[in-house]
């Protein structure tokens, strides 16, 4: 079975600081470290990343879920780029706010806290690069708090969700910067 919530992580890197941690407080009700090797250099795999969006190069995860069918891109669109903070991320219905941008070590990508009926929730996704002699590791941290009725099983089924498509989207990741490079 596939450990979705630290998918590809080594315990160090679950257990090491994260751009975004200091994002919003401990009163985190999930996390979830994944990680994967890329044959390519970061900034290669910065710029993948920093074009992620709906109507932009998509997330490179299962596109029928989160790009409505649109395949996600393949090649890089310097139009689609995230520059510095701040700047918008859609994602459909939502849309992340850019919270880090440091070409090419680390992005960390906000929902600004939002409620809803009884819910409130805050998330980040961050993504760190570091390199290695023949490419880069890209490790990810998804933070999420949800506050509300049952909150703590919302959130963990959250996670396991985003655990799913965080896993494909890495996957998807390498093919597309190691294809590139």
Do not use: K
């Amino acid at each position: 079975m596939i450990d979705v919530r630290n998918w590809g992580s080594t315990p160090t890197e679950v257990a090491a600081a994260m751009p975004g941690d200091e994002l919003f407080s401990a009163r985190d009700t999930a996390v979830g470290t994944r990680a994967i090797t890329i044959d390519a250099q970061p900034d290669r795999v910065f710029d993948f990343l920093a074009q992620m969006g709906f109507g932009r190069a998509g997330w490179y995860s299962y596109d029928w879920i989160d790009n409505l069918g649109r395949t996600s891109a393949t090649t890089l669109h310097d139009e689609w780029m995230v520059r510095r903070c701040g700047d918008p991320v859609p994602a459909g219905p939502i849309e992340f706010e850019a919270a880090i941008v440091d070409r090419p070590n680390q992005l960390a990508l906000r929902l600004p806290h939002r409620c809803v009926g009884p819910y409130c929730i805050d998330f980040t996704l961050a993504y760190r690069l570091g390199p290695l002699a023949t490419g880069s590791r890209l490790v990810s941290r998804v933070r999420i708090a949800i506050s509300g009725p049952a909150s703590r099983p919302l959130a963990i089924g959250l996670l396991l969700a985003d655990g799913v498509m965080v896993r494909r989207q890495l996957l998807g990741l390498r093919s597309r910067c190691e294809r590139s490079t």
